[in-house]
């Protein structure tokens, strides 16, 4: 089985997209999907699957629309990505310290795509 990480675009932001995480649990649930784990009310789901990235965003995508009339993105990640995300952190433990105690409100940011962008300038 593979640890996936979805992260649901726009849910429960600013009072839009309104889903409950139980109700996510329960949609995700019928698609077959194992060991289902939300945080909070974020949109951020942990699961189990043996089925491919690409097949598994679509199926999760089409069940969101289905069940909460939502057309959204996903973006699905492995486990072993996200830690290699985190193992690539360009900062020192110290460093992301020093930033953190010196000034309110500092936070270290990471973003994701749902696919490789093209080229610049392309239009993909």
């Known amino acids: 089985m ?3 990480i979805a992260l649901l675009r726009g849910i429960n932001v600013g009072g839009k997209n309104k ?10 649930g019928a698609l077959g999907l194992e060991r289902i784990q939300t945080y909070i009310q ?33 973006i699905l990640r492995m486990s072993e990505e996200m830690k290699k995300i985190l193992a ?3 900062f020192t433990v110290k460093q992301l310290a020093e930033a953190n105690s010196s000034s309110e409100g500092e ?12 080229p610049i300038g392309s239009k993909s």
Do not use: H
Request: proline residues 3%.
């Open 88 to 90: 690539s952190c360009p």
């Open 19 to 28: 889903i409950k995480m139980t109700d996510l649990r329960e949609a995700l």
């Open 42 to 74: 974020s949109g951020n789901v942990l699961f189990e699957s043996e089925e491919e990235e690409a097949v598994l965003r679509q199926r999760i995508e089409q069940q969101v629309e289905k069940v909460f009339g939502l057309s959204i993105k996903v």
């Open 2 to 4: 593979t640890i996936y």
């Open 107 to 118: 936070c270290l940011y990471v973003s994701m795509l749902v696919d490789v962008p093209g």
